[in-house]
C-alpha cells in the first residue's frame, strides 16, 4: 500500500468532512471549506490529507504557536483522523511524521497532541510514537467565548 502525504486543497472538503464525522465531529462540506479558507491563510498552519489508492484516508490539522517562556516554537496537532478502513496501516504514523517534520521547519521545539480521554486507542498510537502523557503535570483549562 502507498501512502502520499500531501497538503491539502479547497477540493479536499468533502472527504475531509466525512472523516471528521468518523472522529465524532460531523459537519457540512460548506464548513469545512470555511474553515480551511482560514486555516490555509495562516503560514503557520499545515493542513496535509493521506491518499491511499488516490482518495484521501487521512487529514492532520497542525499549528506552530510561539513561545514566551522559551525561544521558538511549540506544535499542536490540533486534528487528526484516518478513516476507519485505513486504521493500523501506517497512515496515521506518516500523517504524524509529516506534522513534526513540518514543525521542525518552523521552527518547533516540541509537539502537544491532546485527546480525550475516553479515546484509548489515540493515545496508545501517540505513545508507540514517543509522546508521554504530561497531563498530570499541567493541567488544561477551557472557556468558551
Known sequence: MTIVIRPADVGDARPIAALLAELGYPTSVDDVVTRMRYWLQDPQNRLLVAEVSDRVS??????A?????HTGRRGRLVALVVTGACR??????????AAEHAARKLG????EITSAR???????????????DV???????????
Open 108 to 111: 518547533c521545539r516540541d509537539m
Open 118 to 132: 475516553d479515546r484509548a486507542l489515540a493515545q496508545r498510537f501517540y505513545a508507540r510514537l514517543g509522546y508521554d
Open 88 to 97: 493500523g496501516q501506517g497512515v496515521g504514523h506518516a500523517l504524524v511524521e
Open 65 to 69: 504557536m510561539p513561545l514566551l517562556e
Open 135 to 145: 497531563s498530570a503535570r499541567a493541567a488544561r483549562f477551557m472557556k468558551l467565548l
Open 58 to 63: 487521512g487529514v492532520a490539522a497542525f499549528h
